[in-house]
């Protein structure tokens, strides 16, 4: 019975595990295709409005460009850290303020 159910568990993750290496290339073929002036704007959000020539295009390309490393915007990562720092600031102090107001703390 054990048995049974942890040979379904590893089919269950290898499944899984095959599933987000595709998603993963999907990503960085969708990315690149984002780069290029001979998609769409519209298209840029969905991969199944790109054209297929060129999405598969970009999933060749997507397999020789990310085997060198993975491309590096440190001006997007800062803002995004910044965005999330900001979020969890906000949200600490609104968690503060509920606990002094519902258990009538007070800072000395």
Known sequence: MIN???NKFKMTFQSLKINIKKLKKEIKALYL???????????KLVILLVPSDIMNEC??????????GKPKN????SIIIF????????ILIKL?????????????
Do not use: C, M
């Open 4 to 6: 049974k159910i942890l």
């Open 33 to 43: 295709a984002s780069k290029r002036r001979d998609v769409p704007w519209y298209a």
């Open 59 to 68: 999933r060749e390309q997507s397999e020789n460009i990310f085997k060198e």
């Open 74 to 77: 440190w001006i997007a990562g």
């Open 83 to 90: 965005i999330w720092v900001v979020f969890l600031t906000y």
């Open 96 to 108: 503060f303020k509920y606990l002094l107001n519902n258990h009538n703390l007070s800072i000395s």
